[in-house]
Protein backbone atom coordinates (compact mmCIF):
# COMPACT_ATOMS: atom_id res chain seq x y z
CA UNK A 1 0.00 0.00 0.00
CA UNK A 2 1.50 3.57 -1.05
CA UNK A 3 0.73 6.53 1.27
CA UNK A 4 -1.87 9.35 0.20
CA UNK A 5 -2.67 9.14 -3.76
CA UNK A 6 -3.64 12.35 -5.05
CA UNK A 7 -3.97 12.53 -9.13
CA UNK A 8 -7.22 10.54 -10.13
CA UNK A 9 -9.81 11.14 -6.58
CA UNK A 10 -12.47 8.59 -6.65
CA UNK A 11 -15.93 10.52 -4.89
CA UNK A 12 -17.71 7.87 -2.85
CA UNK A 13 -20.94 8.33 -2.39
CA UNK A 14 -22.17 6.71 0.81
CA UNK A 15 -25.49 6.03 2.20
CA UNK A 16 -23.73 6.13 5.32
CA UNK A 17 -20.35 7.19 5.90
CA UNK A 18 -16.94 7.63 7.90
CA UNK A 19 -13.63 8.06 7.17
CA UNK A 20 -10.86 5.47 6.42
CA UNK A 21 -8.44 3.68 8.36
CA UNK A 22 -4.40 3.95 7.58
CA UNK A 23 -3.14 7.04 9.28
CA UNK A 24 -0.35 6.43 7.45
CA UNK A 25 -2.65 7.22 4.10
CA UNK A 26 -2.66 10.31 4.92
CA UNK A 27 -5.18 13.43 4.81
CA UNK A 28 -8.46 11.84 4.75
CA UNK A 29 -7.80 8.31 5.50
CA UNK A 30 -7.35 7.67 9.28
CA UNK A 31 -8.42 5.46 11.01
CA UNK A 32 -11.16 5.40 13.82
CA UNK A 33 -11.35 3.09 16.61
CA UNK A 34 -13.31 -0.09 14.97
CA UNK A 35 -17.04 -0.28 16.27
CA UNK A 36 -17.50 3.56 17.02
CA UNK A 37 -20.56 5.03 15.43
CA UNK A 38 -21.73 8.62 15.33
CA UNK A 39 -22.75 8.76 19.21
CA UNK A 40 -20.00 6.27 20.21
CA UNK A 41 -21.94 3.33 18.81
CA UNK A 42 -22.17 1.04 16.05
CA UNK A 43 -24.68 1.66 13.39
CA UNK A 44 -26.27 -1.04 11.23
CA UNK A 45 -24.79 -2.91 8.04
CA UNK A 46 -26.30 -1.26 5.05
CA UNK A 47 -27.71 -2.23 1.75
CA UNK A 48 -24.84 -1.93 -1.17
CA UNK A 49 -24.90 0.77 -3.32
CA UNK A 50 -27.19 -0.11 -6.30
CA UNK A 51 -28.95 2.29 -8.78
CA UNK A 52 -27.38 4.94 -11.07
CA UNK A 53 -26.87 8.37 -9.72
CA UNK A 54 -27.38 11.21 -12.28
CA UNK A 55 -27.05 15.16 -12.40
CA UNK A 56 -29.74 17.27 -13.67
CA UNK A 57 -32.31 20.18 -12.80
CA UNK A 58 -29.87 21.44 -9.97
CA UNK A 59 -29.72 17.89 -8.02
CA UNK A 60 -28.52 14.79 -7.85
CA UNK A 61 -31.17 12.10 -8.41
CA UNK A 62 -31.25 8.48 -8.20
CA UNK A 63 -34.16 6.38 -8.78
CA UNK A 64 -35.90 9.41 -10.23
CA UNK A 65 -35.85 11.13 -6.71
CA UNK A 66 -33.48 13.91 -5.30
CA UNK A 67 -30.60 12.27 -2.97
CA UNK A 68 -28.13 14.49 -1.15
CA UNK A 69 -24.84 12.71 -0.90
CA UNK A 70 -22.71 13.51 2.05
CA UNK A 71 -19.32 12.27 3.50
CA UNK A 72 -15.76 12.54 3.44
CA UNK A 73 -12.65 12.82 1.40
CA UNK A 74 -10.56 9.90 1.47
CA UNK A 75 -7.84 8.11 -0.83
CA UNK A 76 -7.36 4.80 -3.05
CA UNK A 77 -5.56 2.16 -0.18
CA UNK A 78 -6.12 4.18 2.66
CA UNK A 79 -8.96 2.38 3.94
CA UNK A 80 -9.98 -1.20 4.75
CA UNK A 81 -13.40 -2.83 4.16
CA UNK A 82 -14.14 -2.43 7.98
CA UNK A 83 -13.10 1.71 7.43
CA UNK A 84 -16.14 1.67 4.41
CA UNK A 85 -18.41 -0.11 6.94
CA UNK A 86 -17.85 2.32 9.76
CA UNK A 87 -18.35 5.14 7.31
CA UNK A 88 -21.83 3.89 6.41
CA UNK A 89 -22.14 3.52 10.43
CA UNK A 90 -22.10 7.64 10.89
CA UNK A 91 -24.61 8.41 8.88
CA UNK A 92 -22.95 9.76 5.63
CA UNK A 93 -23.48 8.59 2.26
CA UNK A 94 -21.01 10.49 0.28
CA UNK A 95 -16.62 9.73 -0.14
CA UNK A 96 -14.80 11.45 -2.32
CA UNK A 97 -11.98 9.64 -3.26
CA UNK A 98 -8.68 10.89 -4.89
CA UNK A 99 -7.41 8.71 -7.29
CA UNK A 100 -3.64 9.74 -8.01
CA UNK A 101 -1.76 9.86 -11.13
CA UNK A 102 1.59 10.18 -9.97
CA UNK A 103 1.29 6.18 -8.55
CA UNK A 104 -0.84 5.18 -11.44
CA UNK A 105 1.77 5.74 -14.03
CA UNK A 106 5.25 5.89 -11.64
CA UNK A 107 7.25 5.57 -15.45
CA UNK A 108 7.76 7.16 -18.44
CA UNK A 109 6.03 5.82 -21.39
CA UNK A 110 8.25 4.79 -24.32
CA UNK A 111 7.96 6.90 -27.78
CA UNK A 112 7.77 4.97 -30.69
CA UNK A 113 9.28 5.06 -34.19
CA UNK A 114 5.81 6.28 -35.41
CA UNK A 115 5.58 9.33 -32.97
CA UNK A 116 3.04 7.33 -30.74
CA UNK A 117 3.89 6.30 -27.03
CA UNK A 118 3.24 3.21 -25.00
CA UNK A 119 2.36 3.99 -21.59
CA UNK A 120 3.18 1.16 -18.68
CA UNK A 121 0.50 1.71 -15.70
CA UNK A 122 0.89 0.09 -12.45
CA UNK A 123 -0.96 -2.81 -12.18
CA UNK A 124 -1.40 -3.14 -8.59
CA UNK A 125 -2.28 0.37 -7.98
CA UNK A 126 -5.49 -0.13 -10.35
CA UNK A 127 -6.21 -3.70 -8.31
CA UNK A 128 -6.14 -1.35 -5.40
CA UNK A 129 -8.86 1.21 -6.61
CA UNK A 130 -10.84 -1.33 -8.00
CA UNK A 131 -11.35 -3.08 -4.67
CA UNK A 132 -11.83 0.24 -3.04
CA UNK A 133 -14.56 0.98 -5.12
CA UNK A 134 -15.76 -2.93 -4.53
CA UNK A 135 -15.28 -2.16 -1.12
CA UNK A 136 -17.50 1.37 -0.84
CA UNK A 137 -20.21 -0.13 -3.23
CA UNK A 138 -20.59 -3.71 -0.77
CA UNK A 139 -20.60 -1.20 2.15
CA UNK A 140 -23.87 1.20 0.54
CA UNK A 141 -21.29 3.89 -0.56
CA UNK A 142 -21.32 5.31 -4.16
CA UNK A 143 -18.04 6.27 -6.02
CA UNK A 144 -17.23 9.20 -8.19
CA UNK A 145 -13.61 8.96 -9.43
CA UNK A 146 -12.05 12.47 -9.67
CA UNK A 147 -8.26 13.65 -11.25
CA UNK A 148 -6.24 14.67 -8.10
CA UNK A 149 -2.41 15.26 -7.45
CA UNK A 150 -0.21 13.86 -4.64
CA UNK A 151 1.51 16.23 -1.97
CA UNK A 152 3.88 15.61 1.00
CA UNK A 153 1.81 18.30 2.68
CA UNK A 154 -0.92 16.24 2.43
CA UNK A 155 0.73 13.22 3.76
CA UNK A 156 1.82 11.69 0.65
CA UNK A 157 5.37 10.49 1.65
CA UNK A 158 6.22 9.07 -1.78
CA UNK A 159 4.90 11.66 -3.82
CA UNK A 160 7.39 13.49 -6.44
CA UNK A 161 7.64 16.86 -6.09
CA UNK A 162 5.33 18.24 -8.62
CA UNK A 163 2.70 16.07 -7.76
CA UNK A 164 2.32 14.45 -10.93
CA UNK A 165 4.74 11.87 -12.25
CA UNK A 166 8.31 13.24 -11.92
CA UNK A 167 9.12 12.23 -15.61
CA UNK A 168 6.28 15.05 -16.86
CA UNK A 169 8.81 18.06 -15.72
CA UNK A 170 11.97 16.62 -18.11
CA UNK A 171 12.64 17.84 -21.37
CA UNK A 172 11.78 14.78 -22.85
CA UNK A 173 8.69 14.48 -22.10
CA UNK A 174 6.83 18.07 -22.73
CA UNK A 175 6.74 19.93 -25.91
CA UNK A 176 8.50 22.86 -24.50
CA UNK A 177 11.56 21.01 -24.37
CA UNK A 178 11.71 22.07 -20.74
CA UNK A 179 13.44 20.30 -17.53
CA UNK A 180 11.59 22.34 -14.64
CA UNK A 181 13.71 22.65 -11.33
CA UNK A 182 12.07 21.51 -8.49
CA UNK A 183 11.45 25.10 -7.09
CA UNK A 184 8.76 27.39 -6.39
CA UNK A 185 9.29 28.92 -9.23
CA UNK A 186 9.84 25.74 -11.40
CA UNK A 187 6.38 24.83 -10.37
CA UNK A 188 4.89 28.14 -11.25
CA UNK A 189 6.09 27.83 -14.89
CA UNK A 190 5.61 23.99 -15.63
CA UNK A 191 1.21 24.96 -14.12
CA UNK A 192 1.13 28.36 -16.34
CA UNK A 193 3.28 26.03 -19.53
CA UNK A 194 0.55 23.10 -18.97
CA UNK A 195 -2.38 25.22 -20.87
CA UNK A 196 -0.09 25.40 -24.07
CA UNK A 197 1.73 21.93 -23.95
CA UNK A 198 0.30 20.01 -26.18
CA UNK A 199 2.10 16.33 -25.15
CA UNK A 200 1.47 16.97 -21.30
CA UNK A 201 -2.00 17.42 -22.19
CA UNK A 202 -2.02 14.19 -24.30
CA UNK A 203 -0.42 12.53 -21.70
CA UNK A 204 -3.38 13.58 -19.27
CA UNK A 205 -5.97 12.35 -22.15
CA UNK A 206 -4.45 8.89 -21.99
CA UNK A 207 -3.89 8.62 -18.45
CA UNK A 208 -7.99 9.70 -17.79
CA UNK A 209 -9.03 7.44 -20.39
CA UNK A 210 -7.13 4.32 -19.60
CA UNK A 211 -8.68 4.55 -15.86
CA UNK A 212 -12.12 4.72 -17.03
CA UNK A 213 -12.08 2.14 -19.26
CA UNK A 214 -10.52 0.03 -16.32
CA UNK A 215 -13.43 1.19 -13.31
CA UNK A 216 -16.02 1.87 -15.73
CA UNK A 217 -18.08 -1.74 -15.45
CA UNK A 218 -17.76 -1.34 -11.33
CA UNK A 219 -20.89 -1.25 -9.44
CA UNK A 220 -21.37 1.88 -7.39
CA UNK A 221 -19.75 5.27 -9.36
CA UNK A 222 -21.08 7.99 -9.28
CA UNK A 223 -18.90 9.69 -12.01
CA UNK A 224 -15.82 11.02 -12.90
CA UNK A 225 -14.34 14.62 -11.25
CA UNK A 226 -12.21 15.61 -14.60
CA UNK A 227 -9.17 17.76 -12.52
CA UNK A 228 -8.87 19.16 -8.85
CA UNK A 229 -8.63 22.54 -8.48
CA UNK A 230 -6.88 23.75 -12.13
CA UNK A 231 -4.17 25.62 -11.46
CA UNK A 232 -2.82 28.13 -14.09
CA UNK A 233 0.14 29.42 -12.87
CA UNK A 234 1.20 32.75 -13.90
CA UNK A 235 -2.16 33.68 -16.66
CA UNK A 236 -3.94 35.94 -16.17
CA UNK A 237 -6.83 35.76 -13.79
CA UNK A 238 -9.29 36.56 -16.76
CA UNK A 239 -12.66 35.35 -18.31
CA UNK A 240 -10.24 34.14 -21.49
CA UNK A 241 -7.87 32.04 -18.68
CA UNK A 242 -11.60 30.70 -17.35
CA UNK A 243 -12.81 29.62 -20.36
CA UNK A 244 -9.74 27.85 -22.00
CA UNK A 245 -9.46 25.91 -18.53
CA UNK A 246 -13.24 24.87 -18.90
CA UNK A 247 -13.06 24.63 -22.76
CA UNK A 248 -10.09 22.03 -22.12
CA UNK A 249 -12.19 20.03 -19.45
CA UNK A 250 -14.82 19.60 -21.53
CA UNK A 251 -13.27 18.08 -24.15
CA UNK A 252 -11.84 15.58 -21.78
CA UNK A 253 -15.58 15.20 -20.10
CA UNK A 254 -16.56 14.31 -23.93
CA UNK A 255 -14.08 11.29 -24.15
CA UNK A 256 -15.08 9.76 -20.87
CA UNK A 257 -18.73 10.14 -21.88
CA UNK A 258 -18.05 8.02 -24.75
CA UNK A 259 -15.85 5.62 -22.87
CA UNK A 260 -18.73 5.66 -20.46
CA UNK A 261 -22.26 7.22 -20.99
CA UNK A 262 -23.95 7.09 -17.87
CA UNK A 263 -22.16 8.79 -15.61
CA UNK A 264 -21.91 12.15 -14.02
CA UNK A 265 -19.17 14.49 -14.98
CA UNK A 266 -17.89 16.65 -12.39
CA UNK A 267 -16.03 19.93 -13.29
CA UNK A 268 -14.67 23.14 -11.85
CA UNK A 269 -13.41 26.68 -13.01
CA UNK A 270 -10.15 27.49 -11.65
CA UNK A 271 -8.43 26.52 -8.47
CA UNK A 272 -10.98 25.28 -6.10
CA UNK A 273 -13.48 28.60 -5.24
CA UNK A 274 -15.30 28.48 -8.96
CA UNK A 275 -13.20 32.19 -10.43
CA UNK A 276 -14.90 33.05 -13.59
CA UNK A 277 -17.92 31.76 -13.35
CA UNK A 278 -20.13 34.14 -13.25
CA UNK A 279 -18.36 35.18 -17.22
CA UNK A 280 -18.00 31.41 -18.57
CA UNK A 281 -19.68 30.01 -21.27
CA UNK A 282 -21.27 26.47 -20.10
CA UNK A 283 -23.53 26.10 -22.91
CA UNK A 284 -21.05 22.88 -23.94
CA UNK A 285 -22.07 21.25 -20.82
CA UNK A 286 -25.33 22.07 -20.47
CA UNK A 287 -25.20 20.35 -23.81
CA UNK A 288 -23.22 17.53 -22.91
CA UNK A 289 -25.08 17.13 -19.53
CA UNK A 290 -25.27 14.99 -16.63
CA UNK A 291 -22.92 16.79 -15.22
CA UNK A 292 -21.88 18.83 -11.67
CA UNK A 293 -19.69 21.75 -10.88
CA UNK A 294 -17.39 20.78 -7.58
CA UNK A 295 -16.47 24.22 -5.64
CA UNK A 296 -14.52 24.46 -2.26
CA UNK A 297 -15.31 26.34 0.29
CA UNK A 298 -12.31 27.28 2.80
CA UNK A 299 -14.10 31.10 2.75
CA UNK A 300 -12.90 33.11 5.36
CA UNK A 301 -16.81 34.65 5.25
CA UNK A 302 -16.28 37.64 7.13
CA UNK A 303 -17.70 40.02 3.98
CA UNK A 304 -18.84 39.32 0.78
CA UNK A 305 -18.96 36.57 -1.44
CA UNK A 306 -15.05 36.01 -1.86
CA UNK A 307 -15.69 37.50 -5.29
CA UNK A 308 -15.89 40.54 -7.17
CA UNK A 309 -19.06 41.28 -7.84
CA UNK A 310 -18.75 44.67 -9.48
CA UNK A 311 -20.09 43.43 -13.11
CA UNK A 312 -18.71 46.92 -14.15
CA UNK A 313 -15.17 45.97 -12.94
CA UNK A 314 -12.45 44.21 -15.71
CA UNK A 315 -12.19 42.13 -13.37
CA UNK A 316 -15.93 41.00 -12.65
CA UNK A 317 -15.79 37.38 -11.28
CA UNK A 318 -12.14 36.77 -12.13
CA UNK A 319 -11.09 38.09 -8.61
CA UNK A 320 -11.49 37.78 -4.93
CA UNK A 321 -13.34 40.07 -3.96
CA UNK A 322 -12.78 42.90 -1.30
CA UNK A 323 -11.64 41.70 1.79
CA UNK A 324 -11.60 38.25 0.83
CA UNK A 325 -9.39 36.21 3.15
CA UNK A 326 -8.71 32.28 2.79
CA UNK A 327 -9.36 30.06 6.50
CA UNK A 328 -5.55 29.12 6.09
CA UNK A 329 -4.48 32.82 5.91
CA UNK A 330 -2.35 34.41 8.93
CA UNK A 331 -5.69 35.34 10.52
CA UNK A 332 -8.39 33.67 12.76
CA UNK A 333 -11.28 32.57 11.14
CA UNK A 334 -13.80 35.39 12.50
CA UNK A 335 -16.90 33.84 9.84
CA UNK A 336 -20.62 33.07 10.00
CA UNK A 337 -23.05 30.79 8.68
CA UNK A 338 -24.39 33.83 6.19
CA UNK A 339 -20.83 34.33 4.78
CA UNK A 340 -20.72 30.50 3.71
CA UNK A 341 -24.34 31.03 2.34
CA UNK A 342 -23.39 33.95 0.58
CA UNK A 343 -20.63 32.34 -1.01
CA UNK A 344 -22.31 29.38 -2.10
CA UNK A 345 -25.77 30.98 -3.08
CA UNK A 346 -23.73 33.29 -5.81
CA UNK A 347 -21.68 30.82 -7.24
CA UNK A 348 -25.47 28.00 -7.77
CA UNK A 349 -27.00 31.30 -9.22
CA UNK A 350 -24.63 31.35 -12.35
CA UNK A 351 -25.28 27.68 -12.91
CA UNK A 352 -29.31 27.28 -13.78
CA UNK A 353 -29.90 23.82 -14.29
CA UNK A 354 -26.15 22.17 -13.62
CA UNK A 355 -26.28 20.78 -9.70
CA UNK A 356 -23.40 22.39 -7.30
CA UNK A 357 -21.74 20.03 -4.64
CA UNK A 358 -18.84 21.38 -2.18
CA UNK A 359 -16.01 18.86 -2.79
CA UNK A 360 -13.90 19.94 -0.07
CA UNK A 361 -13.79 22.01 3.56
CA UNK A 362 -11.42 22.48 6.78
CA UNK A 363 -9.45 24.26 8.36
CA UNK A 364 -5.80 24.30 10.18
CA UNK A 365 -5.33 22.92 13.25
CA UNK A 366 -3.85 26.00 14.80
CA UNK A 367 -6.40 28.55 13.71
CA UNK A 368 -8.14 29.48 16.89
CA UNK A 369 -11.21 29.86 15.06
CA UNK A 370 -11.13 26.25 13.78
CA UNK A 371 -14.54 24.93 15.86
CA UNK A 372 -16.50 27.94 14.40
CA UNK A 373 -15.56 27.38 10.81
CA UNK A 374 -16.58 24.08 11.21
CA UNK A 375 -19.66 24.61 12.67
CA UNK A 376 -20.20 27.66 10.41
CA UNK A 377 -19.58 25.93 7.30
CA UNK A 378 -21.71 22.63 7.94
CA UNK A 379 -24.71 24.89 9.25
CA UNK A 380 -24.26 26.47 5.36
CA UNK A 381 -23.89 23.45 3.55
CA UNK A 382 -26.73 21.47 5.05
CA UNK A 383 -29.13 24.31 5.32
CA UNK A 384 -28.75 24.89 1.23
CA UNK A 385 -29.42 20.55 0.57
CA UNK A 386 -25.95 20.86 -1.10
CA UNK A 387 -24.00 17.50 -1.75
CA UNK A 388 -21.04 17.88 -0.16
CA UNK A 389 -17.60 16.01 1.54
CA UNK A 390 -15.47 17.00 3.97
CA UNK A 391 -10.98 16.94 4.48
CA UNK A 392 -10.68 13.82 6.99
CA UNK A 393 -7.28 13.25 8.49
CA UNK A 394 -4.29 15.73 7.96
CA UNK A 395 -4.05 19.37 9.10
CA UNK A 396 -6.67 20.57 7.94
CA UNK A 397 -9.63 17.49 8.67
CA UNK A 398 -11.03 16.71 11.87
CA UNK A 399 -9.63 13.34 12.59
CA UNK A 400 -6.39 13.25 14.82
CA UNK A 401 -3.36 10.61 13.94
CA UNK A 402 -4.04 8.69 16.57
CA UNK A 403 -7.15 7.87 14.94
CA UNK A 404 -9.16 10.05 17.46
CA UNK A 405 -11.71 13.02 16.72
CA UNK A 406 -10.37 16.48 17.13
CA UNK A 407 -12.16 18.70 19.22
CA UNK A 408 -14.95 19.59 16.44
CA UNK A 409 -15.03 16.29 15.23
CA UNK A 410 -18.28 15.89 16.46
CA UNK A 411 -19.76 18.74 14.24
CA UNK A 412 -19.08 16.81 11.46
CA UNK A 413 -20.82 13.55 12.64
CA UNK A 414 -23.57 15.71 13.37
CA UNK A 415 -23.71 17.02 10.43
CA UNK A 416 -23.46 13.61 8.72
CA UNK A 417 -26.16 12.50 10.76
CA UNK A 418 -28.65 15.18 9.86
CA UNK A 419 -30.21 13.72 7.39
CA UNK A 420 -33.77 14.68 8.57
CA UNK A 421 -32.82 18.35 8.07
CA UNK A 422 -32.30 17.48 4.44
CA UNK A 423 -34.91 19.33 2.13
CA UNK A 424 -38.52 17.66 1.24
CA UNK A 425 -39.06 19.91 -1.08
CA UNK A 426 -37.04 21.87 -3.65
CA UNK A 427 -37.91 23.83 -7.21
CA UNK A 428 -35.00 25.32 -9.58
CA UNK A 429 -38.80 25.66 -12.43
CA UNK A 430 -36.18 24.93 -15.13
CA UNK A 431 -39.08 22.99 -16.97
CA UNK A 432 -41.89 24.63 -19.27
CA UNK A 433 -45.33 24.19 -17.94
CA UNK A 434 -48.32 26.16 -18.99
CA UNK A 435 -51.62 26.53 -17.31
CA UNK A 436 -49.79 25.38 -13.48
CA UNK A 437 -46.32 25.01 -12.11
CA UNK A 438 -46.08 20.88 -12.79
CA UNK A 439 -43.55 18.69 -11.03
CA UNK A 440 -41.56 20.36 -8.97
CA UNK A 441 -37.46 19.61 -8.51
CA UNK A 442 -38.18 17.25 -5.65
CA UNK A 443 -40.67 15.10 -7.51
CA UNK A 444 -44.16 16.86 -5.90
CA UNK A 445 -46.77 18.14 -7.81
CA UNK A 446 -47.53 21.60 -7.47
CA UNK A 447 -51.75 22.28 -6.95
CA UNK A 448 -52.63 25.68 -7.48
CA UNK A 449 -55.63 27.83 -5.55
CA UNK A 450 -57.43 30.86 -6.09
CA UNK A 451 -57.71 32.07 -10.01
CA UNK A 452 -57.56 30.54 -13.55
CA UNK A 453 -54.74 28.10 -14.51
CA UNK A 454 -53.61 30.46 -17.26
CA UNK A 455 -52.29 33.05 -14.38
CA UNK A 456 -49.68 30.05 -13.51
CA UNK A 457 -46.83 29.38 -15.42
CA UNK A 458 -42.72 28.50 -15.59
CA UNK A 459 -41.08 29.81 -18.51
CA UNK A 460 -37.58 27.58 -18.23
CA UNK A 461 -35.92 29.64 -15.03
CA UNK A 462 -38.71 30.56 -13.29
CA UNK A 463 -42.69 29.99 -11.72
CA UNK A 464 -44.86 33.09 -12.45
CA UNK A 465 -48.24 33.77 -10.75
CA UNK A 466 -50.36 36.92 -12.67
CA UNK A 467 -52.04 39.36 -10.65
CA UNK A 468 -54.82 40.68 -12.81
CA UNK A 469 -57.37 41.95 -9.56
CA UNK A 470 -56.25 43.95 -6.35
CA UNK A 471 -56.72 41.78 -3.58
CA UNK A 472 -56.99 38.22 -4.85
CA UNK A 473 -53.93 36.20 -4.20
CA UNK A 474 -53.01 33.56 -6.09
CA UNK A 475 -51.22 30.11 -4.59
CA UNK A 476 -49.30 26.93 -5.20
CA UNK A 477 -48.52 24.25 -2.82
CA UNK A 478 -46.77 20.96 -2.51
CA UNK A 479 -47.76 17.81 -0.46
CA UNK A 480 -44.86 17.70 1.28
CA UNK A 481 -46.21 18.51 4.71
CA UNK A 482 -44.13 19.64 7.53
CA UNK A 483 -44.20 20.88 10.95
CA UNK A 484 -41.58 22.66 11.81
CA UNK A 485 -40.53 24.10 8.72
CA UNK A 486 -38.16 26.98 7.01
CA UNK A 487 -38.64 28.00 3.45
CA UNK A 488 -36.15 29.86 1.62
CA UNK A 489 -37.21 31.21 -1.96
CA UNK A 490 -35.92 33.78 -4.79
CA UNK A 491 -38.60 36.58 -6.24
CA UNK A 492 -39.08 39.34 -7.94
CA UNK A 493 -42.17 41.41 -9.18
CA UNK A 494 -42.28 42.66 -12.91
CA UNK A 495 -42.87 46.50 -11.65
CA UNK A 496 -43.13 48.97 -8.32
CA UNK A 497 -46.63 49.63 -7.13
CA UNK A 498 -48.20 53.09 -7.35
CA UNK A 499 -50.71 52.51 -4.48
CA UNK A 500 -50.04 50.36 -1.60
CA UNK A 501 -48.12 47.23 -1.66
CA UNK A 502 -47.56 43.64 -3.52
CA UNK A 503 -46.38 40.65 -1.45
CA UNK A 504 -44.69 37.54 -2.48
CA UNK A 505 -45.56 34.81 0.54
CA UNK A 506 -43.86 31.50 2.24
CA UNK A 507 -46.69 29.06 2.65
CA UNK A 508 -46.67 27.17 6.35
CA UNK A 509 -48.87 24.54 7.24
CA UNK A 510 -51.42 24.54 4.91
CA UNK A 511 -54.51 22.24 5.07
CA UNK A 512 -56.09 21.69 1.70
CA UNK A 513 -59.28 20.63 3.53
CA UNK A 514 -59.89 23.15 6.09
CA UNK A 515 -58.40 26.13 3.98
CA UNK A 516 -56.08 26.79 7.04
CA UNK A 517 -52.49 28.66 6.96
CA UNK A 518 -49.83 30.76 7.97
CA UNK A 519 -48.26 33.47 5.39
CA UNK A 520 -44.84 35.23 5.88
CA UNK A 521 -44.55 37.52 2.80
CA UNK A 522 -41.96 40.53 1.71
CA UNK A 523 -43.90 43.35 -0.13
CA UNK A 524 -42.82 46.04 -2.16
CA UNK A 525 -44.24 49.25 -1.52
CA UNK A 526 -45.19 52.42 -2.80
CA UNK A 527 -43.02 54.52 -1.03
CA UNK A 528 -40.21 52.32 -2.13
CA UNK A 529 -39.70 50.46 0.97
CA UNK A 530 -39.45 46.46 1.23
CA UNK A 531 -41.94 45.17 4.43
CA UNK A 532 -42.04 42.01 5.83
CA UNK A 533 -45.25 40.84 7.24
CA UNK A 534 -47.35 37.92 8.43
CA UNK A 535 -50.71 36.25 8.27
CA UNK A 536 -52.52 34.07 9.65
CA UNK A 537 -56.29 32.25 8.00
CA UNK A 538 -58.80 30.47 10.32
CA UNK A 539 -62.02 29.40 9.12
CA UNK A 540 -62.47 31.50 6.24
CA UNK A 541 -60.63 34.76 7.68
CA UNK A 542 -57.16 35.75 7.28
CA UNK A 543 -56.13 38.22 9.41
CA UNK A 544 -52.29 40.17 9.96
CA UNK A 545 -50.67 39.25 13.06
CA UNK A 546 -47.43 40.84 14.46
CA UNK A 547 -46.02 43.75 13.74
CA UNK A 548 -44.37 44.43 10.17
CA UNK A 549 -40.99 45.08 9.75
CA UNK A 550 -39.40 47.81 7.20
CA UNK A 551 -36.29 47.06 5.43
CA UNK A 552 -35.55 50.46 4.14
CA UNK A 553 -36.16 51.74 0.68
CA UNK A 554 -34.67 49.36 -1.63
CA UNK A 555 -38.22 48.03 -3.64
CA UNK A 556 -37.67 47.97 -7.03
CA UNK A 557 -38.87 46.64 -10.64
CA UNK A 558 -37.21 43.34 -11.84
CA UNK A 559 -35.49 43.29 -9.37
CA UNK A 560 -34.64 39.73 -6.91
CA UNK A 561 -35.00 39.62 -3.58
CA UNK A 562 -34.34 36.56 -1.03
CA UNK A 563 -36.74 35.83 1.81
CA UNK A 564 -36.01 32.86 4.19
CA UNK A 565 -39.12 32.04 6.80
CA UNK A 566 -39.70 29.95 9.95
CA UNK A 567 -42.88 28.41 11.22
CA UNK A 568 -41.92 26.81 14.56
CA UNK A 569 -43.52 25.28 17.16
CA UNK A 570 -42.53 26.94 21.16
CA UNK A 571 -44.57 24.69 23.51
CA UNK A 572 -47.70 25.10 22.98
CA UNK A 573 -47.58 28.16 20.91
CA UNK A 574 -46.18 28.83 16.75
CA UNK A 575 -43.27 31.18 16.66
CA UNK A 576 -43.09 32.54 12.66
CA UNK A 577 -39.70 34.38 11.80
CA UNK A 578 -38.45 35.97 8.53
CA UNK A 579 -36.02 37.75 7.13
CA UNK A 580 -35.51 39.06 3.29
CA UNK A 581 -32.86 40.50 1.65
CA UNK A 582 -31.64 41.91 -2.27
CA UNK A 583 -29.94 39.21 -4.64
CA UNK A 584 -25.81 39.44 -4.39
CA UNK A 585 -26.16 41.04 -1.04
CA UNK A 586 -25.20 39.18 2.33
CA UNK A 587 -28.02 37.31 3.92
CA UNK A 588 -28.85 39.64 7.35
CA UNK A 589 -27.33 37.93 10.56
CA UNK A 590 -30.42 38.66 12.74
CA UNK A 591 -34.42 37.91 11.96
CA UNK A 592 -36.32 41.23 10.59
CA UNK A 593 -39.86 39.87 11.91
CA UNK A 594 -40.57 37.42 14.25
CA UNK A 595 -44.12 37.24 16.15
CA UNK A 596 -45.19 34.29 18.90
CA UNK A 597 -48.79 33.40 17.83
CA UNK A 598 -50.66 31.97 21.23
CA UNK A 599 -54.52 32.41 20.20
CA UNK A 600 -55.53 28.85 18.47
CA UNK A 601 -52.31 28.79 16.90
CA UNK A 602 -51.56 26.41 14.12
CA UNK A 603 -49.26 23.22 15.36
CA UNK A 604 -50.17 20.84 13.28
CA UNK A 605 -48.27 19.62 10.26
CA UNK A 606 -49.39 21.37 6.67
CA UNK A 607 -48.36 21.48 3.29
CA UNK A 608 -45.65 24.27 2.13
CA UNK A 609 -46.38 26.80 -0.58
CA UNK A 610 -45.66 29.86 -2.61
CA UNK A 611 -48.25 32.97 -2.51
CA UNK A 612 -48.46 36.37 -4.12
CA UNK A 613 -50.99 38.81 -2.93
CA UNK A 614 -51.68 42.35 -4.73
CA UNK A 615 -53.32 44.91 -2.18
CA UNK A 616 -52.00 47.77 -5.00
CA UNK A 617 -55.16 48.63 -6.97
CA UNK A 618 -53.21 49.40 -10.09
CA UNK A 619 -52.90 45.86 -11.43
CA UNK A 620 -51.81 43.64 -13.28
CA UNK A 621 -48.49 42.64 -11.93
CA UNK A 622 -46.62 39.11 -12.02
CA UNK A 623 -44.27 38.10 -9.36
CA UNK A 624 -41.55 35.37 -10.10
CA UNK A 625 -40.51 32.89 -8.26
CA UNK A 626 -37.03 30.76 -8.54
CA UNK A 627 -34.81 28.59 -6.41
CA UNK A 628 -36.89 26.98 -3.51
CA UNK A 629 -35.88 25.32 -0.60
CA UNK A 630 -38.04 23.73 2.14
CA UNK A 631 -36.63 21.87 4.99
CA UNK A 632 -37.81 20.70 8.35
CA UNK A 633 -35.97 22.36 11.40
Given at each position: ?????A???????????????????????????????????????????????????????????????????????????????????????????????????????????D??????????????????????????????????????????????????????????????????????????????????D????????????????????????????????P?????????????????????????????????????????????????????????L???????????????????????????????????????????????????????????????????????E??????????????????????????????????????????????????????????????????D???????????????????????????????????????????????????????T???V???F????????????????????????????????????G??????T?????????????????????????????????????????????????S????????????????????????????????D???????D???????
Open positions: MRGLRSFALVVLLVAAGLPSSAARGEGSAQLAAGRGVNGSMGGRQAPATGQVTAHDGSFWLGGKPILLRGIKVTVGGQSLADFQRFASWGANFVRMRVQWAFLEPDPPVKNRGTWTHTYDASYVDEVVQSIAWAQQSGLYVMVSSHKCGVDEGDESCPYFGFPGWLYQAGYNSHGVTYPETDDGKLQAQTDFWSSLRQQFYRDMFGYMVRQIDGEDGIVGYELMNEQIGTLDNSHTTTQMVLDWQLSLAKMARNIDPARVITFTTRSGDAMGLPMADLSGWNAGNVALDVHDYHGARWGSGMNMNNQSADYGEVSGVLANHVTGDTAYLGTVFGHVNFLQVRRSFLGDIPMWVGMGDSDVDPGVTVYFATVLAAVNSLGLTWTVDGGGAQGFINADDTLKPWGQLVLDALADGGHSPVATNFTRSVANGWGTASSGQAWTTVGGPASDYAVNGSVGTMNLPTTNSPRMAYLGAPLDQELVRSVDRAPSTMRVIAQAVGRYDPTAKSFYTIGAGLVWDSVRINAKRVGGSETIVGTEASLGKIAASGTWYWLRAQFVNEGASVRLKARAWKDGSEPPTWQFSYLDSTNPLTGAGDPGLRTMPWATVPFVLSFDLTDKPI
